[in-house]
């Protein structure tokens, strides 16, 4: 993995926590939550589109489409996840 391709993740998880976190709101504590998982999605995408050979949207050595679904699945469990309701 080159050091272009790392900063392209990097830039390309963090636009996706951010708009994520524009979309649904809140507090600034969210967006820092939605970056973390919004990065740690999109590196285990990477690392399982390799391992498991998808190869689409392939963006030099970055696994952008596999990147991308990791990222947005782990946004999303990580989401409905910080949401439960501690109440009862």
Do not use: C, E, K
């Amino acid at each position: 993995m080159t050091v272009p391709a790392l900063v392209f993740g990097a830039l390309l998880a963090s636009l996706l926590g951010a708009l994520y976190h524009l979309a649904l709101g809140g507090p600034g504590s969210r967006l820092i939550i939605y970056l973390a998982l919004a990065w740690a999605g999109f590196a285990l995408g990477h690392l399982a589109g390799g391992w498991f050979g998808w190869n689409f949207l392939q963006a030099g050595p970055l696994n952008t489409g596999a990147a991308l679904v990791g990222s947005l699945i782990f946004l999303g469990l990580g989401d409905w996840l910080s949401r439960v309701d501690r109440t009862s």
